[in-house]
């Protein structure tokens, strides 16, 4: 089966639904590819922290009715250590800026009602999808569905796929030139059904390791500790993993930990990457194809946001004014912001994990840093224009 669009979306995440909605605001047409099924990708837990830019991006396209009713904003954050914490004011250091939390399968779940609902193509359960012709100016992508092979041809192609998908390695070698680091811990993440116990994210900071509390909704909470990327979760009783988290938060005023079951735990690798450039001929990376993040600045998802937007309107400008200046630099753009992401990411997983080669030097450093961030205006106003999120043109 044959059929054709103007740009061939790969993946249904939060880039490639997010581009989908910009391009058809438009009236550009696309098409998704989408390999899992829509309850898988609608029950997937990820990310949780909605940076100012992208609630203002789906405040501007009509898609907060549930994120107003369901988010939860948070004004400030928690840098915990010795026992005792310290309130970062975001809002107060950013002219009133604020961060959402409203949780990623909740995000997908609005992108793929609204783009269905104008009547967009989302091809779930997509299967061998691969890229073809991306030099020329008629790329296609080729895939299998319900047991029948199709050919997609488009004008231009977007690899919105994750750090797993197709798109990337579909990149001629020469052309790939990545960076990379991977980190010597992960962070053992669990779900939790209890009342928050407390009223914003906690970071913290121990001998024992990094701990966060975070929130899903007023009945569901997310919390992580740093532990041995290597570990297998099996190791982990219910009861090891509250002991940890209540051991790296205690303070001097005793505060206490609420708990109730836990329903999910997983252990995940850290590490950051970038590919640049994020184009090449017809083909376009965004999200998390081009860029992986470790998890301490909850930048993922809003850099994937960022990309696309820039995509939509790089485009926009090539259909409506025969423009191509933006696309060419649209790598270029992307990265500059990227990079900046990748910087805050790597400080803030610096300064709050202990690292396993060195525990003299370096947590004198982090206790160091961590004290200049809590008593300097000036750097505590740095990590909270970066945490609400810079501008998307950067
Ligand atoms: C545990 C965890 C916590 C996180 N917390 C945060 C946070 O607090 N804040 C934040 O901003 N970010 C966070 N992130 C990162 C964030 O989830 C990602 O950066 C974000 O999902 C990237 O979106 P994306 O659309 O680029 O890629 P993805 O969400 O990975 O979507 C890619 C899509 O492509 C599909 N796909 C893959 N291969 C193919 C193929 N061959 N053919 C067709 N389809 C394919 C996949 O099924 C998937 O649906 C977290 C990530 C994890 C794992």
């Known amino acids: 089966m044959n059929m054709r669009t103007r740009v061939g979306i790969i993946g249904a995440g939060p880039a490639g639904l997010m581009l989908s909605l910009l391009l058809s605001r438009e009236g550009i047409d696309s098409i998704i590819l989408e390999r899992r099924d829509r309850e898988e990708i609608e029950a997937t837990i990820r990310a949780g922290v909605l940076e100012q830019g992208t609630v203002d991006l789906m405040t501007e396209m009509g898609l907060d009715e549930r994120m107003k009713r369901e988010g939860l904003v948070h004004h400030g954050i928690e840098l915990r250590f010795d026992g005792e914490g310290h309130r970062i004011h975001l809002s107060e250091l950013t002219n009133g800026r604020a961060f959402t939390v409203y949780p990623q399968h909740e995000v997908l779940k609005d992108l793929i009602a609204a783009r269905l609902n104008e009547g967009g193509q989302i091809l779930f359960n997509v299967k061998d999808v691969q890229l073809a012709d991306i030099s020329?100016?008629?790329?296609?992508i080729h895939f299998s569905r319900e047991h029948e092979q199709s050919e997609l041809q488009c004008d231009f192609i977007a690899g919105c796929d994750g750090f797993h998908g197709v798109s990337r390695p579909s990149l001629p070698e020469a052309e790939q030139h990545v960076f990379t680091r991977t980190y010597p811990f992960?962070?053992?993440g669990i779900l939790m059904q209890a009342p928050p116990s407390a009223d914003e994210l906690i970071y913290a900071y121990s001998e024992r390791g990094f701990a966060l509390i975070s929130t899903r909704s007023p009945d569901l909470q997310r919390m992580y500790i740093q532990c041995d990327p290597d570990d297998d979760i099996a190791n982990w009783s219910d009861e090891m993993i509250l002991e940890e988290l209540q051991a790296r938060l205690a303070t001097t005023n005793n505060w206490q930990l609420r708990v109730g079951p836990i329903t999910q735990k997983s252990i995940l690798a850290m590490?950051?990457?970038?590919?640049?450039?994020?184009?090449y001929g017809r083909l376009f990376l965004a999200g998390d194809a081009a860029h992986i993040v470790p998890p301490t600045g909850a930048k993922g998802l809003n850099l994937a946001v960022a990309d696309v937007r820039h995509l939509a309107h790089a485009l926009k400008m090539?259909?409506?004014q025969n423009r191509a200046e933006l696309l060419e630099?649209?790598?270029?753009?992307?990265?500059r912001r990227v990079w900046r992401a990748e910087h805050f990411s790597w400080w803030m997983t610096s300064m709050l994990h202990r690292f396993p080669d060195d525990d003299t030097f370096y947590p004198r450093l982090q206790r160091a840093q961590l004290e200049y961030t809590v008593r300097s205006r000036a750097a505590a106003t740095s990590l909270a224009e970066n945490y609400v999120g810079l501008p998307f043109t950067w």
Request: hydrophobic fraction near 30%; charged fraction near 10%.
């Open 318 to 320: 090539s259909y409506t």
């Open 136 to 140: 020329s100016s008629q790329p296609r």
């Open 329 to 335: 630099a649209y790598s270029t753009t992307c990265l």
């Open 186 to 188: 992960g962070w053992l």
């Open 271 to 279: 590490r950051s990457f970038v590919i640049e450039p994020m184009q």
